[in-house]
């Protein structure tokens, strides 16, 4: 008897695992997935220092800043703006933003213009529900 629920118990863990580690990974298709780990660390930076309030979640613009993706500036040029920019964008200097993070920041922004914007609205990736 004993023996019996001891085995069940096994059996129910094991699918209990198999359950759960599912829900650790939502969907296969999900595009942050592909993205590197940096570019994903990036992300999270580049919304914590408010990049996406100007540039759009994705780099793809908005009111008060441009597209940053449609031609990404190698990572030297793309520092050297950021540390000085030219007119309206405030400055982010070492002491604020250092130069892993914005590394990080970048790898994020280049990883972002290869992949259409609407991959990153969950609802829409769903073909059967946008139509
Ligand atoms: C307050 C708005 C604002 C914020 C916040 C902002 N930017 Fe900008 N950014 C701009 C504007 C406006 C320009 C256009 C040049 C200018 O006017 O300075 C620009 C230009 C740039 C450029 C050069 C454009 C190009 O061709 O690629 C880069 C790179 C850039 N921003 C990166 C960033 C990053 C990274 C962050 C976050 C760490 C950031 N910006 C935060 C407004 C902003």
Known sequence: MIDIVCRRGIRSS???IWFFSCLA???QSDPRLSMSESARRGEELYDRFGCYQC???FGQG???GPPLVSNVLPYEA???FVREPR???PPYRDAVL???QLKAIHAYVQASGKKPVRDGIPLLRDPGKTR
């Open 25 to 27: 990974h939502p969907a």
């Open 14 to 16: 094991v699918v209990a």
């Open 87 to 89: 007119r309206q964008m």
């Open 98 to 100: 250092d130069d892993g």
């Open 62 to 64: 908005g009111i008060n």
């Open 78 to 80: 793309f520092r050297t």
């Open 55 to 57: 540039h759009g979640h």
